[in-house]
């Protein structure tokens, strides 16, 4: 989204970091203990593995160690330029360090039920955000994410250089540092030959984040709302395509896992003319489908975007979202069980037309549930965790 109001949001904000040793050792850390703190268990099946040119490729450009110490890459880790792109990767990774631990408690106690009786999670608006729902729900069978922004294609190190490693940098900061992606700025970085999509940067957060990598592979959805991989006519479908599959695991397990990103147009407009996309929806099985929504931009507020939103409701159920996703009006309070958590008492002054009294009411009149972690555009974070009700439940 075009976030020009981010530099007012966090000026005079201080991020104090530790010596570059320390973030270093916090890196290593989280790295040995995400498999013991989040839920994901080994599952039975063949021994998955990871394509080890690749996930080589992702280490190097996200500034880890490689591991294999013969070839190009371990040489260039050892140059100057790249040391300090590591440096400032380990700075840039250390802010989600300090709410890490803070997101994983927070998804043990508040999300247990979603995480352990659903298989997919649906993510609109979300770009290419992969970290922040794969922490809150770090055992979906399948993420599936909705930006605007290119899908692009796996990472290929060309020409390294103190001017690519910031492209590396500048695109991975936002999130780790504010909870979003500043679509404006995203178009800046991804117009270049470095990284020509969020492919790139979801390899990176995977990498940093201990998964590994089976395969990046183009798709398509058909009209009956299946992804497949080859075109109408038998070919191959190629690397510009718009939709992506990322087959991954989690260093330690054997959980297969598969992450698709879709670039494409939600408003009505853009979904009423795609056939594939409302077929796909249409097939989710809404018993095992749970939706994550933030920093949307007030979109489903308005009459342009009703389409994605009443598909949402029709065929999830479960959702969580900031005040950003889907009006509070909009859920049927004898269907939805919701809690709430955070704060809320008015949106950013960017988003002032879009105030929601009846959910200012809801908060100052229930028990909202507090967080001590930033998410969303505002100071005050909130989240809104909604279930949907059993038949015979009251």
Wanted: glycine residues 6%; proline residues 5%; contains cysteine.
């Amino acid at each position: 989204m075009d976030i020009k109001y981010v530099m007012l949001l966090v000026a005079g904000m201080v991020l104090t970091f530790s010596s570059c040793e320390q973030k270093k050792q916090n890196a290593k850390i989280i790295a040995t203990e995400l498999p013991d703190n989040d839920s994901i268990q080994k599952a039975n099946g063949p021994k998955l593995v990871a394509d080890e040119k690749l996930n080589e490729a992702v280490r190097f450009v996200a500034g880890m160690p490689v591991e294999h110490k013969e070839g190009k890459l371990y040489g260039l880790t050892q140059t100057a330029e790249w040391k300090e792109h590591s440096k400032n990767m380990d700075q840039i990774w250390n802010s989600f360090l300090q709410s890490a631990p803070k997101v994983m408690a927070f998804s043990q106690s508040e999300l247990g039920e979603v995480n352990s009786q659903y298989k997919t999670l649906f993510y609109p608006f979300g770009g290419p955000d992969y970290l922040f729902p794969n922490t809150f729900f770090p055992d979906m069978d399948t993420y599936f994410l909705i930006g605007l922004e290119r899908a692009g294609s796996a990472v290929k190190v060309k020409h390294p250089s103190a001017a690519t490693y910031r492209l590396y940098q500048n695109a991975v900061s936002d999130i780790l540092n504010l909870s979003f992606f500043r679509t404006k700025d995203m178009k800046v970085e991804l117009s270049n030959d470095t990284i020509d999509g969020v492919v790139p940067i979801i390899s990176m957060l995977m990498a940093r984040s201990g998964r590994r990598i089976i395969s990046i592979e183009h798709k398509r959805i058909n009209n009956e709302g299946e992804i497949v991989s080859t075109n109408e006519d038998g070919t191959p479908v190629n690397d510009r395509s718009k939709l992506v599959e990322i087959k991954f695991f989690k260093q330690g397990t054997n959980k297969l896992q598969t992450l698709y990103f879709l670039s494409t147009d939600l408003s009505n407009g853009g979904l009423s003319g795609n056939k594939p996309l409302m077929a796909y929806i249409d097939k989710l099985d809404n018993a095992t489908t749970a939706c994550f929504i933030k920093s949307a931009s007030y979109l489903m507020h308005t009459t342009y975007f009703s389409m994605i939103r009443d598909a949402i409701l029709t065929h999830v159920s479960a959702i969580m979202q900031d005040d950003s996703g889907i009006p509070w009006r909009f859920y049927d309070q004898s269907k939805w069980n919701i809690q709430l958590y955070g704060s809320f008492s008015e949106p950013i002054s960017m988003f002032e037309k879009y105030p929601q009294p009846d959910l200012r009411d809801a908060y100052q009149t229930s028990q909202p549930k507090p967080i001590n972690f930033r998410i969303g555009y505002a100071r005050q974070s909130n989240l809104q965790l909604s279930i949907l009700k059993k038949q015979g439940e009251e």
